[in-house]
């Protein structure tokens, strides 16, 4: 649709009569327009990767009853804004904004477009019409962690993360809470690049923990760089994030995190069609298939990969949670009691790390 | 000492890009010629030479294809801004994000693709010690560099071509008058700044990491220039202030996977750390106004004879 006056009145025109139509204004003839909008490419074999994935299931799923567009590489600020407003007049009625510092532009433009369902991932900011779902990626990462506790040798890991926020602080602690487990003496440093893909800096953040003694990498950006560098210089191994990573480091990839975003996808299509949607949080795990693990490599002992699975089965029927206490921060200080569990919230404003990670500044 | 080893290896490895994308930029302007679309020659000289490689799996080749891609685009640029005049700025920024857009649609398909790294040049047995490996561990991509320092510097100084292209530079209009081409030698000009930013391209599949992935340069290419101003237009200092920028860039990394004191400086500093570098320069090169800028006298002007 191109912009010019008559157009936005129309649209104006037609956002004034939605709330008197009713949500079910859409189930009928047109499909559901929905719109992605990502901040990386569809290609990264990572985080956008899996979100892309999981539009295509929506679209097969649903089949003529949904339309949907995705808008790659939008960054976070302003411009993510501009994308959302172009996608709303473009007639998106649902909108699916897939990165954490989206936040911000999603409230401001959700304001403007009452009639219109956003849904912002990883956030935690929502409002009448917007929503946030998550997934719990630090379940798998507590698998991660188990396996790197029983395999590094030198009982140091390294984490490359891209900000400090509580959805990558999670996972550091879920990892070494998990690792520790296994060997109380383990530690990780997280190395924070400031980019969720820089293939260069994330190759060379692995290369600098790699000559400082770790011989386990973790991460949380989009991208296998940091695994291909652990393949090169022969390390215990690394884990894949978002996607299977194998082709790129057969040898070091010991497993992965696989995001599934596809069933939430086609739940909040049709509660949408339905008129059904609230605004609420969502956050499966691997209970609820969302998450997933990868298959494990070979070269993992058998009681290796029996001891993960006890891990990722506990979870899946609650027998297990990583973060139960005791659990101390990394002055050794005692965070959370023994019994004590925290709490979903407390999760998602995680600003603090367990014992063993060596603090970033 | 075997970290030391490492930190020189991989702060040369980060350099080897920025350096040599920077020294095709300062014959760029050097003839009076501001080509800001180094980013973007940048990004199809990687995709270029990934291509090449993943379909050939020769790195020679593909370090080839990548110059000859990086030419092609520059002369986009060059056609626009020496033939039409059109304004050398907005031409470059506009090249850069046609560099994006075009190799984000020629990787389509790519980027599941892995490749392997151009190896060492010399036999492993040569570096097998850490301080040999200081001198003959790299691949031919970072002896490339060091060469082209002293190419460039060389053909600057001491050569008959490189005074008419500074000349050029300096005076289009009396470079014209004594009956050189200003439009021919910024073509040749605009060419081989293309060809450097595509070999630095090349770099990042070849030499970094072996995966394409849209935007892998990340502002590397935006580095690059400003370290041609940083540099005052003059090769060696431009092989300092590369390794300076790569020396930053590379020591960001360990001083946070150390948790050591340096780590206390947070992160946002350190990724400003280049640019804040470049800006002092620029402060103190227009204080010391007597040693001049060393800015060529029609850097960015249209040349536009009277008749």
Redesign the interface.
Same mark, same amino acid.
């Given at each position: 649709m191109t912009l010019n006056r008559r157009n936005i009145l129309k649209a104006g025109v037609a956002a004034a009569a939605l709330p008197l139509l009713g949500s079910r204004a859409f189930a009928q003839g047109e499909p559901l327009k929905v719109g992605f909008v990502l901040v990386g490419t569809i290609n990264d074999n990572g985080w956008n990767y899996a979100h892309n994935q999981g539009r295509l299931m929506l679209e097969e799923q649903l089949g003529d009853a949904v339309e949907t567009v995705y808008v790659e590489n939008v960054p976070e600020g302003p411009d993510c804004e501009r994308v959302l407003r172009e996608l709303a007049q473009q007639g998106c009625k649902l909108i699916f904004a897939t990165s954490f510092g989206f936040g911000d532009s999603v409230i401001k433009v959700a304001e403007q477009f009452p009639d219109i369902t956003f849904e912002h991932a990883t956030g935690y900011m929502r409002a009448a019409n917007v929503g946030t779902y998550n997934a719990r990626f630090h379940e798998g990462r507590a698998v991660c962690g188990t396996i790197a506790g029983h395999l590094s040798k030198t009982g140091k890991a390294g984490y490359i993360g891209s900000f400090p926020i509580p959805e990558v602080v999670m996972g550091i602690n879920a990892f070494v809470l998990a690792a520790r487990k296994v060997n109380p003496d383990f530690t990780i440093t997280p190395v924070f690049i400031s980019s969720w893909n820089d293939p260069a800096k994330e190759a060379d953040a692995a290369r600098a923990m790699i000559d400082q003694g770790i011989d386990v990498i973790a991460q949380h950006t989009d991208g296998p760089a940091a695994l291909q560098v652990a393949e090169e210089r022969g390390i215990v191994g690394g884990f894949g994030q978002g996607a299977d990573m194998s082709a790129f480091a057969p040898k070091a990839q010991l497993t992965s995190i696989i995001d599934n975003w596809g069933p939430h996808y086609v739940k909040t299509a049709q509660a949408v069609i339905d008129g059904t949607w609230e605004s609420k949080d969502s956050w499966p795990g691997l209970a609820e298939g969302e998450v997933e693990i990868g298959p494990y490599n070979e070269s993992i002992p058998a009681d290796v990969v029996a001891a993960a699975e006890a891990v990722k089965q506990g979870q899946i029927d609650g027998s297990f949670n990583i973060f139960s206490g005791p659990i101390n921060d990394h002055t050794g200080a005692e965070k959370v009691a023994a019994g004590v569990t925290l709490t979903d919230a407390e999760l998602l404003g995680m600003d603090w790390y367990v014992e063993g990670v060596n603090p970033p500044a | 000492m $075997?970290?030391i080893i490492?930190?020189i290896v991989?702060v040369v /490895? @980060?350099s080897t890009p920025i350096l040599i994308a920077a020294l095709g930029e300062l014959v760029v302007e050097k003839s009076g010629v501001l080509n800001l679309g180094v980013e973007g020659m940048m990004l199809v000289g990687a995709i270029i030479s990934f291509i090449v490689l993943f379909t050939t799996g020769n790195h020679y080749l593909a370090i080839l294809c990548a110059a000859g891609a990086g030419v092609m685009t520059s002369l986009i640029f060059g056609f626009l801004t020496l033939s039409l005049s059109a304004n050398q700025t907005a031409t470059g920024l506009a090249l850069t994000i046609f560099g994006t857009g075009f190799s @984000?649609l020629a /990787?389509? /398909?790519? &980027? @599941?693709?892995?490749v392997t790294?151009l190896g060492p040049l010399f036999p492993a047995e040569l570096a097998t010690h850490p301080i040999w490996r200081v001198l003959f561990g790299y691949s031919a991509l970072v002896y490339f560099s060091f060469a082209l320092v002293f190419a460039v510097w060389f053909f600057l100084k001491k050569t008959r071509a490189g005074l008419i292209l500074r000349a050029v530079g300096e005076n289009d209009l009396s470079a014209h008058s004594i009956g050189y081409s200003v439009i021919g030698v910024r073509y040749a000009a605009v060419a081989f700044g293309g060809a450097m930013a595509g070999i630095a391209g090349a770099c990042?599949p070849l030499l970094?990491? !072996?995966?394409w @992935? $849209?935007?892998?340069?990340?502002g590397?290419g935006w580095i690059a220039v400003a370290l041609v101003v940083f540099a005052s237009w003059k090769p060696f200092r431009l092989l300092a202030g590369a390794y300076l920028f790569g020396l930053v860039?590379?020591m960001e990394?360990?001083a946070?996977? &150390? /948790?050591g004191p340096l &780590?206390?400086? !947070?992160? $946002?500093l350190w990724?400003a750390m280049p640019y804040l570098a470049t800006v002092v320069v620029l402060v103190l090169i227009s204080v010391r106004r007597d040693a001049s800028s060393n800015a060529p006298a029609c850097l960015g002007r249209p040349f536009l004879p009277a008749n």
């Open positions: - | $075997e970290l490492a930190i991989t /490895g @980060a @984000a /990787g389509q /398909g790519y &980027s @599941a693709r892995p790294l990042f970094l990491t !072996p995966q @992935a $849209e935007r892998m340069t990340a590397r860039m590379t990394l360990y946070k996977a &150390s /948790g &780590s206390v400086i !947070p992160a $946002e990724a």
